[in-house]
């Protein structure tokens, strides 16, 4: 069904819409959501261009949290005067929730679908995306739209859960979600659906190691990757990711140097 631009919420987007007002109060009683999500914030802003003014964009910004960690990090550096922050959501009810909190005036809110970032003529220099990549089934399109998004030195944090290929971090991921996560849904929020959903898409999703690659296909460059502590620990990641500054030069084809045959560099694990 095309339900138009004012409206784009999607089957996940919805059932993030009906859980949007016991949304904040479930994440508050994750340890370490917050904090967490700060930390990628910041890792967002050591490397965004140090002057200058700086073009932000919060993909998939809920209820805000991402958001707010944002404007911390930025209120950090001392740069809130430089600082233009987009916060995007596809689902109404999350960007309600984000709209009714107090913001600096330098922050701004749009509803729209990470599938329509391609038509947004902004050029960001920097990109947070938190717990939102695994929700997007066309990922490689995603990366590419993220880097066309980007200006050339731009940065790319992708702020996420990931478990593949790691036994333990699988086996406390279920665990976690089977003895909290689901039950505390649906005492607070009287439904479970969308944290059964969550459950099995971290599981389905990528490796850190895959969603680097992807990353690294799409033209990123200078990857890095850390994991949090707590019992997260090997499960919520921020990866990191530059847009190089030539990234838009682009060469008449009969001018291109031929290309070696090369081993593609592995994406590196140094953050
Ligand atoms: C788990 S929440 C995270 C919200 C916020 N970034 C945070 O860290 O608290 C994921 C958000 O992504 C949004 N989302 C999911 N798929 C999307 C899409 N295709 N386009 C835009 N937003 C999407 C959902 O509506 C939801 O608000």
């Known amino acids: 069904m095309d339900r138009g631009p004012d409206a784009p919420d999607t089957e996940v987007t919805d059932a993030f819409t009906r859980t949007a007002a016991s949304y904040d109060r479930l994440v508050g009683l994750n340890p370490g959501y917050h904090d967490h999500l700060l930390a990628s914030a910041r890792a967002l802003l050591e490397h965004v261009p140090a002057d200058g003014p700086l073009r932000l964009l ?11 960690a944002l404007v911390q990090a930025v209120e950090e550096t001392g740069r809130s005067e430089q600082t233009e922050l987009t916060g995007v959501d596809a689902s109404s009810g999350m960007l309600a929730s984000a709209r009714i909190k107090r ?4 922050v701004r809110f749009r509803l729209g679908r990470a599938q329509d970032l391609g038509s947004d003529t902004t050029r960001y220099d920097g990109v947070l995306a938190a717990y939102l990549v695994r929700n997007v089934p066309e990922r490689d399109q995603l990366v590419a739209d993220l880097f066309e998004v980007l200006r050339p030195g731009g940065v790319l944090v992708l702020h996420e859960y990931a478990v593949r290929g790691h036994r333990r971090a699988a086996a406390v991921w279920t665990l976690v979600c089977w003895t909290i996560v689901i039950p505390l849904a649906a005492l607070v929020a009287r439904k479970v659906d969308l944290h059964h959903y969550l459950w099995r898409s971290v599981l389905d999703f990528d490796s850190v190691q895959q969603l680097q690659e992807r990353l690294q296909r799409g033209g990123f460059t200078d990857i890095r990757h850390r994991t949090v502590g707590g019992w997260q620990r090997g499960i919520v990641h921020t990866v990191l990711a530059r847009k190089p500054e030539q990234a838009e030069q682009t060469w008449p084809a009969e001018q291109a140097a031929p290309v070696e045959d090369e081993q593609p560099e592995r994406a590196g694990d140094a953050a």
């Open 58 to 68: 919060d993909l998939g910004c809920g209820s805000g949290a991402s958001t707010r």
């Open 103 to 106: 913001w600096p005036r330098w």
